[in-house]
């Protein structure tokens, strides 16, 4: 087939509601070429990231235990609700981890970086539509034509009904469960509403919302209690420490260095030290004359707004528990804003503190890659240079010790080469990835 009637096939194949509501995207014809490496470096990252969240785990009870330093189940605390830091520490919870794991992977010309792990992703309908899309077409996707629904049904185990509960703030994402949810079986699973809190016993529930939505979904409470009772499976866990940004500066803190060690290993904590950007939790506190942070060459974090554009290679964003947290909001990119906007994101993110702390990162530029889609109304092959972050979505199945992650497919967005910060935007092209 031509390109354009290969993209024709492609746009003909989305349900007849669409995957997302009110958005739309660039079709390239073919899916990204990953590259064997790439691949193969993507499909281990799997145990990387569960190791990590493993660890992280561990981090925060020991915190809490007086076993590790207080402060930092103090950061990840702060700002939150008592009643949800509560439930974060419900024995019954305490163990419990992200089931869905999702890094956010910017190629760049020395490899790749991981920018933000996501334990609530969107994109699961959508790149299991996009894998059995392509795969009809021949193409050997990552995780092939059913990885993505099949590693989705497998974290809920043997429970014979599966209640997808989506929020009005993620009402966005709703057609595409509600199309996964019609690929897997209506029978067993269903899309329900922010009021739901009537399963049964034994039965499983996916919170498709973030936590600091949960005021606004009537339902949580009581999902959250049968939970604690292990009444139900609610994956994922109500708990926000895997939900927070700063995750990676503390991996980044040289006062825990011998503690990842310990929980990692060198050889996996080498490997994430070399993907995940430096970054740096924004505290005002202020720091005695003779000190500096990290890394930064600074001793206050006011500093940062005198820096020139050249030297703000940096990002601000807000760490989690805001609407801001999510999808391109409340990001800043120092070199792509003026002085004046600048000093006020900096301005912005000191004054959050601390009840929406933000995060300071090495900004990674990503490379330029040779895309291309078909124009829909001419049918003509558009070359489009672009940069690209790939969504690799991993999904953990099995108990304790015994639980291993497994990938299901990769999501590419390719936005326009002269957009600084990548995501789905009406211009950006969204496709399935190959080795």
Excluded at 17 to 27: E, I, V, Y
Excluded at 173 to 195: H, I, K, N, T
Excluded at 296 to 315: A, P
């Amino acid at each position: 087939m031509t390109d354009s009637e290969r993209a024709r096939r492609i746009r003909e194949a989305l349900p007849p509601g669409g995957l997302f509501a009110g958005m739309t995207w660039r079709t390239s014809p073919h899916p990204f070429a990953l590259g064997e490496t790439l691949a193969k470096e993507l499909e281990g990252l799997g145990r990387v990231l569960h190791q990590f969240n493993r660890a992280v785990n561990q981090l925060y009870r020991r915190s809490c235990e007086g076993r590790a330093p207080a402060w930092v189940a103090e950061l990840l605390d702060q700002g939150k609700p008592a009643s949800l830091v509560a439930v974060q520490r419900e024995a019954a919870l305490r163990n419990e981890l992200p089931r869905v794991i999702r890094p956010d992977v910017l190629l760049t010309e020395d490899g790749f970086i991981l920018s933000e792990l996501d334990s609530v992703p969107g994109g699961i309908g959508l790149t299991q539509w996009l894998n059995q899309t392509h795969a009809a077409l021949g193409d050997p996707v990552v995780g092939g034509a059913t990885g993505m629904k099949d590693g989705f049904a497998g974290i809920f185990g043997a429970a014979k009904q599966v209640h997808l509960v989506v929020s009005e703030e993620s009402a966005g994402y709703r057609p595409e469960m509600a199309w996964l949810a019609g690929q897997l079986g209506a029978e067993r699973f269903q899309v329900v509403g922010s009021d739901f809190a009537s399963p049964a016993e034994g039965d499983a529930v996916y919170r498709f919302f973030e936590l600091f939505d949960q005021a606004q979904v009537p339902g949580a409470a009581e999902l959250f209690r049968l939970a604690i009772e292990k009444r139900i499976r609610l994956t994922p866990p109500p708990r926000p420490i895997f939900e927070e940004k700063l995750l990676f500066a503390l991996l980044w803190n040289r006062n825990l260095r011998d503690f990842w060690r310990q929980e990692l290993g060198d050889a996996f904590l080498q490997r994430l030290l070399r993907v995940v950007p430096r970054s740096w939790v924004m505290d005002p506190a202020p720091l005695p004359p003779h000190a500096g942070i990290p890394g930064l060459e600074l001793t206050d974090w006011n500093q940062l707004k005198n820096l020139s554009q050249r030297e703000r290679e940096l990002v601000v964003k807000v760490s989690g528990f805001s609407a801001d947290a999510w999808g391109s909001r409340g990001v800043h990119l120092g070199s792509d804003l003026s002085t004046v906007e600048w000093s006020a994101a900096v301005d912005h993110a000191l004054a959050a503190w601390p009840t929406s702390p933000h995060l300071l990162q090495r900004y990674h530029k990503p490379r330029r890659v040779e895309a291309a889609f078909v124009d829909p109304d001419s049918g003509a092959t558009v070359a489009m240079p672009a940069r690209v972050r790939l969504c690799p979505y991993y999904f953990v199945t099995g108990e304790g010790d015994a639980a291993r992650p497994q990938l299901g497919g990769v999501l590419a967005t390719l936005n326009p080469a002269d957009k600084k910060i990548i995501h789905g935007m009406t211009d950006a092209i969204l496709t399935a990835c190959v080795p």
